[in-house]
Antibody
Framework: QVQLVQSGAEVKKPGSSVKVSCKASGGTFSSYAISWVRQAPGQGLEWMGGIIPIFGTANYAQKFQGRVTITADESTSTAYMELSSLRSEDTAVYYC??????????????WGQGTLVTVSS | QSVLTQPPSVSGAPGQRVTISCTGSSSNIGAGYDVHWYQQLPGTAPKLLIYGNSNRPSGVPDRFSGSKSGTSASLAITGLQAEDEADYYCQSYDSSLSGSKVVFGGGTKLTVL
């Protein structure tokens, strides 16, 4: 059984950066992909990007290109999402999720508990 | 504005059947990409409900079923129960000239009357 445990809530100033961690247990970390999905207050789900640790390369949604960096540390089975140039609209709960990716199918079967990031001056 | 379109809300009485639609286009559902469904209870992370259009993960009751046709998909819930009251999201993949990405519907709030 895969478990994803995320780091705690953050409060950040506009213009700063935040780095959220996602530690995995169960399964073989390097063999599966991790994605990051965010949810603004009262809003829907939005995919930010993902990474396959064994390859080390990340894919990002165009909206976040240049502002988000997703990395993975196989030695600690931990994935990271760093978002820079924060603005108030980035206030959201950020989730990591195990990403099952195939030629015609992409879905998330395990989710972290979520990390609330609040951007406020 | 979400790439996939869902009704904002649906409702039904206990024991009834409800359906939630998810409408896409030729660059996502219509292009052959699978549709998946998630249930999100208040204050919790989303939970995978249906994957690959119509498959249920272990532990999901068979009251939940999914289907896909053309550029649309549907989630059906039969024998509605109070515990089904939640937000439901459809999800697929979109590939166009502007790039490829995972896409979600805007979500549907299910109220059990």
């Amino acid at each position: 059984q895969v478990q994803l445990v995320q780091s705690g809530a953050e409060v950040k100033k506009p213009g700063s950066s935040v780095k959220v961690s996602c530690k995995a247990s169960g399964g073989t970390f390097s063999s599966y992909a991790i994605s990051w999905v965010r949810q603004a207050p009262g809003q829907g789900l939005e995919w930010m990007g993902g990474i396959i640790p064994i390859f080390g390369t990340a894919n990002y949604a165009q909206k976040f290109q240049g502002r988000v960096t997703i990395t993975a540390d196989e030695s600690t089975s931990t994935a990271y999402m760093e978002l820079s140039s924060l603005r108030s609209e980035d206030t959201a709960v950020y989730y990591c999720a195990r990403w099952v990716a195939g030629s015609s199918t992409n879905y998330f079967d395990y989710w972290g508990q979520g990390t609330l990031v609040t951007v406020s001056s | 504005q979400s790439v996939l379109t869902q009704p904002p809300s649906v409702s039904g009485a206990p024991g009834q059947r409800v359906t939630i639609s998810c409408t896409g286009s030729s660059s996502n559902i219509g292009a052959g990409y699978d549709v998946h469904w998630y249930q999100q209870l208040p204050g919790t992370a989303p939970k995978l409900l249906i994957y690959g259009n119509s498959n249920r993960p272990s532990g999901v009751p068979d009251r939940f079923s999914g289907s896909k046709s053309g550029t649309s998909a549907s989630l059906a819930i039969t024998g509605l129960q109070a515990e089904d009251e939640a937000d439901y999201y459809c999800q697929s993949y979109d590939s166009s000239l502007s790039g490829s990405k995972v896409v979600f519907g805007g979500g549907t709030k299910l109220t059990v009357l």
